[in-house]
């Protein structure tokens, strides 16, 4: 960019002093009067400064065109608006008569450095600007040009990865996985690929093992987002534990909610309760939850507590319950709830903004719902956060399960799973089904 300042002269004369100069290639940016000479601002005179720069390479095109002040005086057409002292502005209508110049063709980089400039933006947020947007394309062009280069069973692994909705951070650990350790000779075996492909995605599924020693009474906390299911979970819990399951005998179980404002919550868990003969209590502060806790221990195994459905974005109401449940102790057990439908995205923003309450696992609701489950792999995968129980259904007791890897295995769609050689290789514990 260079600067040519004329004293005296039109904005014709200034232009044609800088094409005679620098020949018909340059390429007006800025134009303006200014006043040039003169001793502590005394005696200056009436000059014109233009900003200008030279293509290395350009048509010899160009056009004059009235300028926006008064008389009309002629300019180079820049292809973008030229900054005056007023503000930005457009060109003036074209100039016939302006002999040799004709209008140039127009530079779309240079008319958004321009409004950029307009815009406060100096050289260096344009470096950062162009640095990043090429660090961009550089990545994505390396994406792209690997996949292209991708052997056929690996560009098919990709295929069945998207199509059960795992990120695409997840599908390129896998890809990248596969590139080091798949010999070409192994990639000709599909089904040998596709095997070891499922024995990566079941060894990122974590699963909760519960402490060996817990004081008792155990306290299980669920929390989680609206709509999620925490109030049917709760009952399907107090009947697995309150009624008995396969091998374990009934124990004596205590429901306490603070879900007592939202419709029907009340009714919901009180025929819950009155169905199992499962006491119900309701709380809706710091001392009273702490008070039935206390009641509780004296003749409960077990104390689950139902609270209310918070939007993840609601900081504020999430830090009031968090307070609450503090009267619950620093051996509770906190579960987050989450519905299995919910994108890969939502479920890591879910998991982010329920951090304070320092949840051991992840309860998967609403199995039955969805068809794919890669969205919960690839985010419990990316927060290292592991599975507790699932639910799939609505019937108390029997729709929900302990969570084992085998069950998201035979979830996946278009994977062939040897369900004999999966559960050899995670095993479930079964002693330790809740």
Request: charged content about 25%; some cysteine; overall charge neutral.
């Amino acid at each position: 960019m260079e600067c040519f300042v004329e004293q005296g002269s039109s904005y014709n004369d200034c232009l044609s002093k800088i094409i005679a100069k620098y020949g018909d290639r340059v390429q007006i940016v800025t134009q303006r009067n200014i006043r040039v000479g003169g001793i502590f601002g005394l005696f200056t005179r009436e000059g014109v400064e233009m900003e200008f720069y030279i293509p290395p390479y350009f048509s010899k095109s160009y056009a004059g065109y009235g300028g926006g002040r008064p008389g009309g005086a002629a300019s180079f057409a820049s292809p973008a608006p030229s900054l005056n002292s007023g503000g930005l502005k457009s060109p003036g209508p074209a100039n016939a008569k302006e002999p040799g110049l004709s209008r140039a063709p127009v530079d779309f980089e240079e008319a958004k450095k321009k409004v950029l400039a307009a815009a406060g933006k100096d050289s260096t947020q344009m470096m950062i600007l162009n640095e990043v947007r090429n660090i961009k394309e550089k990545i994505e062009a390396a994406g792209t040009a690997a996949r292209k280069e991708d052997h056929p069973a690996l560009a098919r692994i990709t295929e069945i990865l998207e199509q059960n909705d795992f990120s695409s951070a997840y599908i390129n650990a896998i890809l990248d996985r596969g590139r080091k350790e798949f010999s070409l000779e192994a990639l000709e075996d599909f089904d040998g690929v596709q095997d070891k492909v499922l024995e990566w995605i079941g060894e990122s599924i974590r699963i909760y093992q519960k402490p060996a020693y817990h004081k008792t009474p155990r306290i299980m906390v669920l929390v989680g987002p609206t709509g999620v299911g925490k109030t049917t979970t709760t009952a399907k819990l107090a009947a697995i534990f309150g009624l008995g399951n396969p091998g374990k005998p009934a124990r004596p179980v205590r429901i306490i909610t603070i879900d007592a404002f939202r419709i029907g919550a009340k009714a919901q868990i009180e025929a819950y309760g009155d169905i199992m003969d499962i006491p119900v209590a309701y709380v809706d502060n710091y001392d009273d939850l702490k008070k039935e806790i206390a009641l509780s221990a004296e003749d409960a195994d077990i104390v689950l507590v139902d609270t209310i459905g918070k939007s993840p974005r609601d900081s504020a109401k999430l830090g009031e319950m968090k307070e609450l449940l503090d009267a619950c102790g620093f051996q509770a057990e906190v579960y987050l709830v989450i519905a299995a439908g919910v994108k890969s995205s939502d479920i890591l923003e879910i998991l982010r903004q329920f951090e304070p309450f320092n949840y051991r696992s992840v309860i998967l609701t609403k199995l039955d719902e969805t068809t794919r489950v890669g969205n919960v792999i690839s985010a419990l995968s990316e927060k290292g956060k592991s599975l507790a129980y699932i639910t799939d259904g609505q019937k108390v007791p029997t729709d929900i399960h302990r969570a084992s890897v085998v069950r998201f295995l035979l979830n996946l769609e278009d994977f062939r799973v040897n369900r004999e050689k999966m559960e050899k290789q995670f095993p479930v514990d079964k002693a330790d089904q809740f």
